[in-house]
């Protein structure tokens, strides 16, 4: 039996799904879909999509995507828009009448974008530094403006509400609400109670965690790899966990 899903789903950073078809089989996709609605459906019931077929050999035709974006919203879904791609998906998306959204596509591009640029990186020696004399006052390096202790949040982050913090680490000194929703390129780190949605590595950053000292989620995800809260073990609600990504499964486990 083929275990591996048609459709692969990355949740973005602003709550738009992104469904990256693997496989263009209609009724598949659709039985995934449901399937995901059912588990999940204050998740996902209703929730905006973007189709992907970057992933695919061959763009479909409009017949077929047709009868795609008929089966998710039959399955509960709203396929709002198509990730940019070829010149072939821009056709698509006209005669789809959908948009077309870039931004998503980044996420999937970025590791291969910065494996070509490392040899570049590195082929140029560090610039030579002069010895200098015993300062009368310390010096401050030069990359301290740079550095940042990330973005905290003080006041309880309430339904409705989304904070995201950009390039950096995001730390919540209290609670994450039910339908509140907290996001962060870098980790997110949560010193409260965790009812609502964490997304870590908002940008693909793999390395990025999650912590939190009272886990009751209804998502986390890091570099769109996501569970929900019928996912998560009954044995983990409540507790000290951190979240983490390995071998591109979301790991989570008891901090004590």
């Keep these: 039996m083929d275990f591996e899903p048609a459709g692969e789903l990355k949740i973005g950073q602003v709550g738009i799904a992104n469904l990256r078809i693997r496989t263009l089989d209609v009724e598949r996709l659709t039985a995934e879909m449901r399937d995901r609605v059912q588990r999940a459906p204050k998740l996902f019931a209703r929730a905006a999509v973007v189709l992907d077929f970057g ?28 990730a940019y791609g070829t010149s072939e998906i821009e056709q698509l998306s006209q005669a789809l009448g959908l948009p077309l959204l870039a ?27 002069e010895p200098e004399l015993a300062p009368t006052a310390a010096k401050p390096h030069a990359g301290a403006a740079a550095a940042s202790p990330g973005m905290i949040q003080a006041k309880p982050v309430r339904s409705g509400q989304q904070i995201y913090a950009e390039n950096r680490d995001l730390t919540v000194l209290t609670t994450v609400g039910a339908g509140a929703e907290v996001i962060a390129d870098g980790s997110v780190h949560i010193y409260g109670p965790l009812r609502g949605r964490a997304l870590a590595g908002a940008q693909g950053n793999e390395q990025a965690r999650i912590f939190c000292r009272e886990f009751h989620a209804e998502l986390v995800a ?24 390995e071998d591109q499964q979301l790991k989570i486990a008891a901090l004590d």
Excluded: C, M
């Design 55 to 82: 992933g695919l050999t061959r763009t479909p035709d409009q017949a077929t995507a047709t009868a795609l974006i008929k089966g998710l919203r039959e399955a509960g879904v709203l396929p709002v828009a198509i």
């Design 103 to 129: 931004k998503f596509r980044a996420s999937y591009e970025r590791d291969e974008n910065a494996a070509a640029a490392a040899p570049a990186a590195h082929a140029a020696p560090p610039p030579r530094r």
């Design 222 to 245: 890091i570099a769109g790899h996501y569970k929900v809260l019928e996912e998560i073990p009954k044995d983990l609600r409540g507790k000290a966990v951190q979240v983490w990504l």
